[in-house]
């Protein structure tokens, strides 16, 4: 059950947690931040309001990447969390919906289809990968980019330059009323694509041949 609540300056749709530190994306009023180090007492340490509307967000490091929606991509530094703040605002061309990162290396996944790899320290853009559909939804495991769309998940590999298809598999299901998109988690070698009426399990321990195993 619930051992504690802190108050998040408005209500959140996505949320990222590391190192004692949770982030989470609340809209138009950008993101909050705060410390959950102890988890029984969590505590609201700062709020940065963002260019856009905050839909998701990724830590990495002492960065907080943020899916910006019609801003693009925001950069936040949190090295010293009471006092974060913006860095770097990239505008990709799209709405970015959804925002994975690790290694200095951000993965933004755009309205448009488009997956950009953008350095996150510098902000340059790495990549650009083309996806058939717009991106709903992105997750890290291991060294794979699990790319979930609204009609497919695309296994991805990024090499150091760019990112590569390794495999792909259509996935049915409509997103949930009131959410931008459906939702991916990947985890113990399956992937979990959520949508309205249910959710789909999809193996992908070998990443060039997605398999669908259980759908509700």
């Known amino acids: 059950g619930v051992i504690a609540t802190a108050p998040a300056s408005a209500p959140a749709v996505g949320v990222a947690v590391g ?58 530094d949190i090295s010293d969390p009471p006092a974060a703040r913006i860095i770097r605002q990239i505008n990709l061309g799209s709405a970015a919906r959804a925002v994975v990162g690790a290694a200095g290396i951000v993965h933004v996944g755009l309205a448009s289809g488009e997956v950009v790899s953008v350095d996150g320290e510098t902000g340059v853009v790495l990549h650009r990968l083309s996806l058939p559909a717009r991106v709903d939804d992105i997750a890290l495991a291991g060294d794979e980019v699990h790319v979930l769309t609204s009609a497919a998940l695309a296994v991805l590999r990024w090499t150091g330059a760019r990112l590569e298809v390794l495999g792909s598999i259509n996935v049915g299901g409509s997103a949930s009323p009131l959410e931008i998109g459906r939702k991916l988690f990947v985890g113990g070698g399956y992937a979990y694509v959520g949508y309205f009426s249910g959710y789909s399990i999809i193996d992908v321990r070998n990443p060039a041949a997605p398999v669908l195993t259980g759908s509700p």
């Open 19 to 76: 190192n004692g530190i949770a982030v989470t994306a609340n809209g138009t009023a950008g993101i909050t931040v705060f410390d959950v180090a102890n988890p029984f007492r969590p505590a609201r340490v700062a709020q940065v309001n963002t260019p856009g509307d905050a839909v998701a967000v990724a830590l990495d490091g002492p960065r907080v990447a943020v899916a910006d929606n019609a801003a693009g991509l925001t950069l936040i």
